[in-house]
Nanobody, 126 residues
Framework: QVQLVESGGGSVQAGGSLRLSCAAS????????VGWFRQAPGKERDMVAV????????LYADSVKGRFTISRDNAKNTVYLQMNSLRPEDTATYSC???????????????????WGQGTQVTVLS
């Protein structure tokens, strides 16, 4: 069973950048598609970006296209989310999630993911 731990959250001024990391242990990380999801208070959890097992397929929410970049280093068992040009509406708890049930295109729906980290808070100040 893979365990996921996020890091890199914090507070930043609008227009700034943060890089989130999702470190995996206890499983064959390269067998997992991984996604970043976020949830703001009182709102549903939304997909931010997802990446396939080998990193060749990337999908983004429209709201973050051109600003956020998802990547992975399977040798380091880590997935990253580089967030640039941050906006106050990006404020949320960001969680990474993994699934080994899907090969090919990584799923957009959080319901497809079986393993979750504890989340890291991102606050963007206006």
């Amino acid at each position: 069973q893979v365990q996921l731990v996020e890091s890199g959250g914090g507070s930043v001024q609008a227009g700034g950048s943060l890089r989130l990391s999702c470190a995996a242990s206890g499983g064959t990380f390269s067998m997992y598609a991984v996604g970043w999801f976020r949830q703001a208070p009182g709102k549903e959890r939304d997909m931010v970006a997802v990446i396939s097992r080998g990193g060749g397929m990337l999908l983004y929410a429209d709201s973050v296209k051109g600003r956020f970049t998802i990547s992975r280093d399977n040798a380091k068992n880590t997935v990253y989310l580089q967030m640039n040009s941050l906006r106050p509406e990006d404020t949320a708890t960001y969680s990474c999630a993994g699934t080994s049930r899907v090969n090919g295109s990584p799923p957009r729906s959080s319901k497809e993911y079986t393993h979750w980290g504890q989340g890291t808070q991102v606050t963007v100040l206006s």
